[in-house]
């Protein structure tokens, strides 16, 4: 058994002056199950009490190039040194919005922030202020941050399939309630559903958000039809399409879902990859409309566009730029998923992949849900177990499903034998139990 001993003491000191032991509630796993981290690098960890670990959720996504990149780190401490925040503008701001133009092509007009919610918020705000329309559509299962307006979710134990659509509640006390009437929820990969809504409350509604790639139910993608059907169809009722490639951008492809899908949002997010870690965040998109920013539309931040996260990103997008860092690691994710399917095919274990291989899911049915209500539909008990002897084995991956394996460009060969070893073992594991 590994111990957890040291994480477990820092947890009750913890506890003493962080609700839940952590900083973000996320991070609490169990009173004797969270793990407190001494030490990152590469594809790698150690925890308080030195176990190592393979990490496949690199922060949620953010360590596209692998922990402690060098140098990723060389070029922070460099912008180290142009003194942090100065609220007034950088050369480097130019640099690093030409970069994500040119790899982004929706990306006319760039502007930065700290971390994804804050984009998505703004992208939101931007969105209405453009249309003049306050009502917006989401997806369901999707993820858009911590804001009051993006903090809505469809329970589904309570729904039953051919009565009705689920019930939209706040996924946190203090959420006002009177936001509710302002949003529409739609399953994905369901175009007449979303047209449904259109019909009836186009005239009030600004802007349509989603993740191409869901992120936050798993990994689960939109079919390409799908997608190019709600681009048709926000261009019929003039609504505003929100791209939110927090975790997709910078990491499935140079261009992000985007170029995956051959789609232009009319405003798209970044965040996670774009600065290996280092609080970026990113709200792009058409000319028109961001030419409202500043002209009507209020945007900025004390800490917008610091010097060292600029720097890191710099940095990270050439390398992403110019290197097959992205190529790699998707091979990566390939590598790793026909290892997995001969391990579970020699066992006669029904399984599929979701996603796209650099944050994909896995399944232990014979196919990937596709959408929310299917993800919720499926049993994921093998899953959860399994992972709880992944951990033991010193492979870190979502305790449940709800995340995709995150692959980095530092995961190697050396990675993918060590983790094809110890999942043969902890499915065995599983299997015994
Ligand atoms: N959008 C998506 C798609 C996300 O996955 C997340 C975070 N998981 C966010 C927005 C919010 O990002 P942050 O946690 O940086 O505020």
Redesign the pocket.
Same mark, same amino acid.
């Given at each position: 058994m590994r111990s957890l001993t040291k994480s477990n003491a820092q947890f009750k000191k913890a506890l003493k002056k962080l609700p839940l032991g952590v900083a973000s509630n996320f991070r609490y796993w169990g009173d004797d199950k969270t793990i407190y981290v001494k030490q990152g690098k590469g594809a790698r960890f150690s925890d308080l009490d030195d176990n190592q670990y393979i990490d496949y959720r690199m922060g @949620? #996504?953010p360590g596209i190039l692998g922990y402690a990149d060098d140098r990723v780190d060389a070029a922070a401490i460099e912008g180290m040194k142009v003194g942090g925040v100065f609220a007034l503008a950088t050369e480097l701001e130019y640099t690093v919005a030409n970069r994500i133009s040119q790899m982004v092509p929706a990306a006319e007009l760039v502007r930065f922030s700290n !971390? /994804? =919610?804050?984009a +998505?918020m703004a992208a939101l705000r931007i969105a209405r202020g453009y249309t003049g329309k306050d009502s917006y559509i989401i997806i369901e299962g #999707? @993820?858009? /941050?911590?804001f009051d307006a993006a903090l809505w979710y469809t329970p589904m134990e309570d729904w039953v399939e051919g009565q009705g659509d689920p019930e939209l509640v706040p996924y946190s006390d203090g959420v006002p309630q009177m936001l509710k009437k302002l949003i529409h929820t739609v399953p994905l990969n369901d175009a007449n559903k979303l047209e449904d809504v259109l019909k009836k409350h186009g005239s009030d509604i600004g802007a349509l958000l989603i993740?191409p790639i869901m992120?936050?139910c798993c990994s689960i993608a939109a079919n390409a039809e799908y997608i190019h059907q709600v681009r048709e169809l926000c261009d019929h009722y003039g609504v505003v399409m929100i791209i939110?490639e +927090? &975790?997709t951008g910078f990491r499935v492809a140079k261009g992000g879902v985007q170029e995956l899908y051959g789609v232009k949002a009319d405003l798209c =997010?970044f965040? &996670?990859a774009v600065a290996n870690g280092y609080p970026i !965040?990113i709200v792009a998109g058409r000319e028109e409309i961001m030419r409202k920013v500043g002209n009507g539309i209020a945007h900025g931040g004390t800490y917008t566009a610091h010097s060292v996260s600029l720097a890191a990103a710099n940095k990270t997008l050439e390398i992403l730029d110019e290197t097959s860092a992205l190529e790699d690691i998707a091979n990566f994710g390939l590598d790793m998923q026909k290892g997995i399917s001969e391990i579970l095919d020699s066992r006669n274990i029904a399984h599929s992949f979701s996603g796209h291989p650099s944050m994909g899911g896995l399944f232990f049915n014979e196919h990937p849900p596709v959408n929310y209500r299917s993800w919720k539909k499926s049993d994921y008990s093998f899953y959860d177990t399994m992972a709880q002897h992944l951990h033991e084995l010193g492979i870190l991956c979502e305790p449940d499903s709800r995340e995709p394996w995150f692959i980095s460009a530092a995961h190697d060969k050396s990675c993918l034998v060590e983790t094809l070893n110890k999942f043969e073992k902890a499915v065995d594991q599983t299997c015994e139990q």
């Open positions: @949620y #996504g !971390s /994804g =919610t804050e +998505v #999707g @993820y858009h /941050g911590l993740e992120g936050n939110d +927090v &975790k =997010t965040a &996670k !965040s």
